[in-house]
Protein backbone atom coordinates (compact mmCIF):
# COMPACT_ATOMS: atom_id res chain seq x y z
CA UNK A 1 0.00 0.00 0.00
CA UNK A 2 0.97 3.78 -1.18
CA UNK A 3 2.65 5.35 2.78
CA UNK A 4 1.90 8.84 3.15
CA UNK A 5 4.70 10.89 3.01
CA UNK A 6 3.13 13.51 5.45
CA UNK A 7 3.99 14.11 8.78
CA UNK A 8 2.91 17.58 10.93
CA UNK A 9 4.68 18.94 14.19
CA UNK A 10 3.78 17.93 17.53
CA UNK A 11 4.11 19.14 21.59
CA UNK A 12 4.95 16.65 23.35
CA UNK A 13 2.27 17.22 25.90
CA UNK A 14 -0.30 14.58 27.42
CA UNK A 15 -4.20 15.13 26.37
CA UNK A 16 -7.28 13.27 27.60
CA UNK A 17 -8.01 12.04 24.23
CA UNK A 18 -6.84 8.25 23.34
CA UNK A 19 -6.16 5.96 20.52
CA UNK A 20 -4.12 8.39 18.66
CA UNK A 21 -1.58 7.59 16.31
CA UNK A 22 1.75 7.88 17.39
CA UNK A 23 3.81 10.42 15.59
CA UNK A 24 7.80 12.25 15.28
CA UNK A 25 7.86 16.07 16.83
CA UNK A 26 10.08 18.23 14.14
CA UNK A 27 11.72 21.07 15.89
CA UNK A 28 10.19 23.45 13.51
CA UNK A 29 7.77 23.90 10.67
CA UNK A 30 11.21 24.61 8.51
CA UNK A 31 11.89 20.65 9.47
CA UNK A 32 8.58 19.77 8.70
CA UNK A 33 8.66 21.31 5.43
CA UNK A 34 11.66 19.14 5.07
CA UNK A 35 10.61 15.64 5.56
CA UNK A 36 7.61 16.78 3.49
CA UNK A 37 9.77 16.91 0.52
CA UNK A 38 12.62 13.56 1.55
CA UNK A 39 10.43 10.86 3.80
CA UNK A 40 8.97 8.50 1.96
CA UNK A 41 8.16 5.97 4.37
CA UNK A 42 6.87 5.98 8.23
CA UNK A 43 7.21 3.47 10.93
CA UNK A 44 4.21 0.74 10.76
CA UNK A 45 3.16 2.16 14.16
CA UNK A 46 1.84 4.89 12.39
CA UNK A 47 -1.54 3.66 11.34
CA UNK A 48 -4.80 5.05 9.16
CA UNK A 49 -6.90 6.08 11.42
CA UNK A 50 -9.60 8.06 9.21
CA UNK A 51 -13.52 6.96 9.72
CA UNK A 52 -14.02 5.49 12.89
CA UNK A 53 -13.67 6.72 16.74
CA UNK A 54 -13.16 4.61 19.98
CA UNK A 55 -15.74 4.69 22.31
CA UNK A 56 -15.56 2.85 26.33
CA UNK A 57 -12.92 0.66 23.72
CA UNK A 58 -15.30 -0.02 20.88
CA UNK A 59 -14.33 1.19 17.46
CA UNK A 60 -17.77 2.50 16.16
CA UNK A 61 -17.63 3.10 12.26
CA UNK A 62 -18.43 6.72 11.28
CA UNK A 63 -20.98 5.58 8.45
CA UNK A 64 -22.42 3.91 11.06
CA UNK A 65 -23.61 6.74 13.28
CA UNK A 66 -26.27 9.00 12.44
CA UNK A 67 -24.14 12.70 11.83
CA UNK A 68 -20.70 12.25 11.53
CA UNK A 69 -17.18 12.93 13.66
CA UNK A 70 -16.21 15.25 11.14
CA UNK A 71 -16.96 19.24 10.44
CA UNK A 72 -16.85 18.49 6.88
CA UNK A 73 -16.17 14.65 5.44
CA UNK A 74 -14.41 15.93 2.55
CA UNK A 75 -10.48 16.81 2.54
CA UNK A 76 -10.23 20.29 1.76
CA UNK A 77 -6.92 22.86 1.02
CA UNK A 78 -5.88 24.19 3.70
CA UNK A 79 -2.71 25.67 6.08
CA UNK A 80 -0.47 24.97 9.03
CA UNK A 81 0.77 28.34 10.22
CA UNK A 82 3.14 28.47 12.51
CA UNK A 83 2.16 31.50 15.00
CA UNK A 84 5.95 32.10 16.19
CA UNK A 85 7.76 32.55 13.23
CA UNK A 86 4.53 32.78 10.67
CA UNK A 87 5.79 30.19 8.01
CA UNK A 88 2.92 28.61 6.66
CA UNK A 89 2.26 24.96 4.85
CA UNK A 90 -0.59 23.83 2.49
CA UNK A 91 -1.77 20.53 3.37
CA UNK A 92 -4.94 19.10 2.73
CA UNK A 93 -7.35 18.39 6.31
CA UNK A 94 -10.47 17.73 7.57
CA UNK A 95 -11.26 18.10 11.52
CA UNK A 96 -12.37 15.14 13.75
CA UNK A 97 -14.84 17.44 15.97
CA UNK A 98 -15.59 14.02 17.89
CA UNK A 99 -11.62 13.89 19.76
CA UNK A 100 -10.76 17.53 18.63
CA UNK A 101 -7.92 16.52 15.95
CA UNK A 102 -7.25 17.00 12.48
CA UNK A 103 -6.31 14.76 9.58
CA UNK A 104 -3.85 15.55 6.77
CA UNK A 105 -3.39 13.91 3.19
CA UNK A 106 -0.19 15.35 1.09
CA UNK A 107 -2.90 15.54 -1.45
CA UNK A 108 -6.11 14.16 -2.12
CA UNK A 109 -5.65 11.06 -4.16
CA UNK A 110 -3.49 10.05 -0.79
CA UNK A 111 -5.49 6.98 0.34
CA UNK A 112 -4.19 6.87 4.01
CA UNK A 113 -4.43 9.86 5.97
CA UNK A 114 -2.05 10.94 9.50
CA UNK A 115 -4.08 12.00 12.99
CA UNK A 116 -1.98 15.51 13.89
CA UNK A 117 -1.51 15.61 17.64
CA UNK A 118 -2.82 18.26 19.44
CA UNK A 119 -0.86 21.36 18.99
CA UNK A 120 -1.42 25.36 20.38
CA UNK A 121 2.02 26.10 19.09
CA UNK A 122 0.12 25.80 15.46
CA UNK A 123 -2.97 27.80 13.97
CA UNK A 124 -5.05 25.82 11.39
CA UNK A 125 -7.12 26.93 8.48
CA UNK A 126 -9.53 25.38 6.08
CA UNK A 127 -11.38 26.90 3.25
CA UNK A 128 -11.38 30.33 5.01
CA UNK A 129 -12.60 28.76 8.77
CA UNK A 130 -9.69 29.66 11.41
CA UNK A 131 -8.68 27.29 14.02
CA UNK A 132 -6.67 28.31 16.95
CA UNK A 133 -5.93 25.66 20.21
CA UNK A 134 -6.72 27.43 24.08
CA UNK A 135 -4.67 25.70 26.53
CA UNK A 136 -6.36 26.85 29.30
CA UNK A 137 -10.28 27.02 28.64
CA UNK A 138 -12.80 28.89 31.50
CA UNK A 139 -15.13 25.84 31.38
CA UNK A 140 -14.67 21.56 30.97
CA UNK A 141 -15.76 19.95 27.73
CA UNK A 142 -15.71 16.89 27.88
CA UNK A 143 -13.56 16.13 30.79
CA UNK A 144 -11.29 18.85 28.78
CA UNK A 145 -10.61 22.52 29.65
CA UNK A 146 -7.75 22.85 26.21
CA UNK A 147 -8.92 22.60 22.53
CA UNK A 148 -9.40 23.91 18.86
CA UNK A 149 -11.89 27.06 18.83
CA UNK A 150 -13.26 28.02 15.50
CA UNK A 151 -12.39 31.85 15.47
CA UNK A 152 -15.20 34.30 14.48
CA UNK A 153 -14.31 37.84 14.13
CA UNK A 154 -10.56 37.66 13.57
CA UNK A 155 -9.73 41.27 13.00
CA UNK A 156 -11.16 42.77 15.60
CA UNK A 157 -9.54 43.61 19.24
CA UNK A 158 -12.51 41.28 21.45
CA UNK A 159 -13.18 38.23 19.07
CA UNK A 160 -15.76 35.86 19.25
CA UNK A 161 -14.67 32.07 19.51
CA UNK A 162 -16.74 28.94 19.05
CA UNK A 163 -15.68 25.43 20.48
CA UNK A 164 -17.40 22.78 18.73
CA UNK A 165 -18.04 19.15 20.69
CA UNK A 166 -20.15 16.05 20.12
CA UNK A 167 -22.46 14.34 22.23
CA UNK A 168 -22.32 10.77 21.72
CA UNK A 169 -25.49 8.28 22.31
CA UNK A 170 -25.34 4.78 21.82
CA UNK A 171 -27.12 2.68 19.89
CA UNK A 172 -30.00 0.42 21.18
CA UNK A 173 -31.49 -2.73 19.77
CA UNK A 174 -35.14 -3.20 19.59
CA UNK A 175 -37.14 -4.82 22.14
CA UNK A 176 -39.92 -6.11 19.41
CA UNK A 177 -39.95 -7.65 16.16
CA UNK A 178 -41.72 -4.41 14.93
CA UNK A 179 -39.43 -1.90 15.80
CA UNK A 180 -35.79 -1.22 14.10
CA UNK A 181 -32.54 -0.98 16.15
CA UNK A 182 -31.63 2.06 17.17
CA UNK A 183 -28.27 3.51 15.50
CA UNK A 184 -26.08 5.63 17.71
CA UNK A 185 -25.35 9.02 17.81
CA UNK A 186 -23.59 11.89 17.18
CA UNK A 187 -24.89 15.65 18.08
CA UNK A 188 -22.72 18.55 17.51
CA UNK A 189 -22.69 20.91 20.40
CA UNK A 190 -21.45 24.56 20.82
CA UNK A 191 -19.62 26.58 23.89
CA UNK A 192 -18.87 30.12 22.93
CA UNK A 193 -16.22 32.68 24.17
CA UNK A 194 -14.83 35.76 23.96
CA UNK A 195 -11.91 37.07 24.58
CA UNK A 196 -10.59 40.38 25.64
CA UNK A 197 -7.27 41.28 26.24
CA UNK A 198 -5.89 37.96 25.62
CA UNK A 199 -8.37 36.81 28.55
CA UNK A 200 -11.11 34.00 27.24
CA UNK A 201 -14.93 34.61 29.23
CA UNK A 202 -17.14 31.90 28.73
CA UNK A 203 -20.37 33.99 26.88
CA UNK A 204 -23.99 32.39 26.24
CA UNK A 205 -25.69 33.11 23.72
CA UNK A 206 -28.73 34.48 25.64
CA UNK A 207 -30.22 37.97 25.15
CA UNK A 208 -31.00 38.37 28.82
CA UNK A 209 -27.04 36.93 29.86
CA UNK A 210 -24.95 37.67 26.40
CA UNK A 211 -23.88 41.16 28.23
CA UNK A 212 -22.92 39.67 31.60
CA UNK A 213 -19.80 37.95 30.01
CA UNK A 214 -17.89 41.09 29.08
CA UNK A 215 -15.90 42.53 32.22
CA UNK A 216 -16.83 45.88 31.65
CA UNK A 217 -19.60 48.00 29.72
CA UNK A 218 -22.32 45.93 30.88
CA UNK A 219 -24.85 48.19 30.90
CA UNK A 220 -24.67 49.53 27.52
CA UNK A 221 -24.42 46.00 26.24
CA UNK A 222 -28.05 45.64 27.70
CA UNK A 223 -29.06 48.34 26.13
CA UNK A 224 -27.73 47.63 22.78
CA UNK A 225 -29.64 44.13 22.74
CA UNK A 226 -32.68 45.51 23.41
CA UNK A 227 -32.58 48.71 21.17
CA UNK A 228 -30.94 46.50 18.47
CA UNK A 229 -33.42 43.59 19.07
CA UNK A 230 -30.94 40.73 19.23
CA UNK A 231 -32.18 37.43 19.62
CA UNK A 232 -29.25 35.15 19.68
CA UNK A 233 -31.95 32.75 18.34
CA UNK A 234 -30.23 29.39 16.81
CA UNK A 235 -30.36 30.62 13.52
CA UNK A 236 -28.77 33.87 14.42
CA UNK A 237 -26.82 33.24 17.43
CA UNK A 238 -23.17 33.54 15.79
CA UNK A 239 -24.18 36.89 14.36
CA UNK A 240 -25.98 38.38 17.53
CA UNK A 241 -22.64 37.24 19.52
CA UNK A 242 -20.41 38.97 16.64
CA UNK A 243 -22.49 42.02 16.24
CA UNK A 244 -22.92 42.67 20.22
CA UNK A 245 -18.50 42.18 19.95
CA UNK A 246 -18.17 44.55 17.24
CA UNK A 247 -20.14 46.71 19.34
CA UNK A 248 -18.25 46.36 22.55
CA UNK A 249 -14.91 46.98 20.21
CA UNK A 250 -16.47 49.99 19.28
CA UNK A 251 -17.30 51.35 23.23
CA UNK A 252 -13.95 50.60 24.48
CA UNK A 253 -12.21 52.33 21.87
CA UNK A 254 -14.17 55.45 22.45
CA UNK A 255 -14.25 55.16 26.28
Not at 96 to 108: G, L, M
Not at 165 to 182: A, I, L
Not at 191 to 197: A, G, K, M, T
Amino acid sequence: MKRITLLLAVLTVTFSFAQRSPAIAPSSISQFQQMISTVDNFNNNIKNNTNYFIKNGQKIENTNVIGSMYYDDEFKKGEVIDKETGQVISVYLRYRIYDDTFEAKKSPQEEETLIMERNPKYDIVIDGTKFTFINQLPIFINKANNGYLVVLNENDDAQVLKRISQKFTPGQKSNTPMSSDKKPRLKNEENYFISVNNELFSIEAHKRRAADAFPDHNKELEKYIKNNKLKFRRSNEEEDLITLTKYYNEVTENS
